[in-house]
């Protein structure tokens, strides 16, 4: 993969290649874990630390492979703003998603973070030129239908702290959502993936610090190795690898289809949680399963096109 060569003038609606699909359920399939590890982690190391922890291990990993390829990430390229703009949405989207976990399950805030492929359809098609037919639209209504089905929303008897923590996730699924649509449509399309997330994890660690301290949130004793290892896959494969990938994709391919895809992660998330945490599986998760399928295909059947795009992408 590439991120230094543009394509002259390349089609973001373009089908996505064999190779993208898989890196796609690759990532999914490591950001569902990755709920688990921060699960496993919680009795050692708290949630915010955590996130800062991860963001900074991940900024050593990045500027590892910076620094191997040769990329010059602190040249003047005009990025600036678009990056900071980006660290900031990316610590405040995890901000929400930690503390609106406090006060809802794990289950509902799952889904209302997957709010962000919507939120990312609609952006596109308001500042990017991407549009989705009705179709893909009601594809996307599928995936978000399955996901739903799969965690076992909607639930009874909620009050208003637990949908307090709902519209926190929300929050943190329009901060997601966001971030895809500054690098999308910003000048940081046209630099390397690792400059683009560099930015990212810089910003956030000292607003997830901040966080931390805010919350009172302490480490009481040596983390065991469980949790020194989870933390380790977090930072180095969640934040140093599959981010880096991620953003070469969003680089290269419609933002609205591959957000699409990400309605795998929490389904990747049950499927874990029951072979590791023994968490119960739903009859009702072979159907959400295929509720998910359906709606991805829609949305990235071949011959669906839309208007173009209106920056260059690069080429994977």
Request: with cysteine; glycine share 8%.
């Amino acid at each position: 993969m590439s991120s230094h060569r543009l394509n002259a003038a390349p089609s973001p609606e373009r089908p996505l290649s064999p190779v993208a699909v898989i890196l796609m359920v690759v990532l999914c399939l490591s950001w569902g874990f990755n709920q688990i590890a921060v699960k496993l982690a919680l009795p050692d190391i708290p949630p915010f630390t955590q996130a800062a922890i991860r963001s900074l291990g991940g900024l050593l990993i990045i500027l590892l492979v910076a620094r191997a390829r040769r990329i010059p990430l602190f040249a003047r390229d005009g990025t600036l703003k678009a990056g900071l703009l980006a660290g900031v949405l990316f610590g405040f989207e995890f901000i929400m998603i930690y503390r609106g976990l406090l006060y809802t399950t794990a289950s509902r805030a799952v889904v209302f973070l997957y709010v962000a492929p919507f939120v990312v359809a609609l952006g596109s098609r308001r500042f990017l030129g991407e549009h989705l037919n009705n179709l893909q639209w009601a594809g996307l209504a599928l995936s978000f239908a399955g996901v739903a089905l799969a965690i076992g929303v909607p639930q009874p008897s909620v009050d208003a702290t637990v949908i307090l923590g709902d519209l926190m996730s929300v929050a943190g699924g329009i901060l997601w959502a966001a971030t895809t649509l500054v690098v999308k449509g910003s000048r940081l399309v046209r630099v390397p993936a690792e400059k683009t997330l560099a930015y990212q994890v810089a910003v956030s660690v000292p607003i997830l610090a901040l966080g931390a301290a805010l919350s009172g949130e302490t480490i009481t004793h040596m983390p065991s190795t469980l949790a020194l290892t989870l933390m380790a896959y977090q930072s180095i494969w969640v934040v140093g690898v599959t981010f880096l990938i991620w953003f070469l994709l969003i680089k290269a391919y419609s933002a609205s289809k591959l957000s699409s895809f990400t309605f795998m992660t929490p389904l990747f998330g049950v499927i874990g949680g029951h072979f590791i945490m023994n968490d119960p599986l739903s009859l009702a998760f072979a159907g959400a399963a295929l509720l998910v399928m359906a709606g991805l295909y829609l949305v990235n059947r071949p011959g669906d096109k839309a208007a173009g795009a209106r920056h260059p992408v690069t080429k994977i």
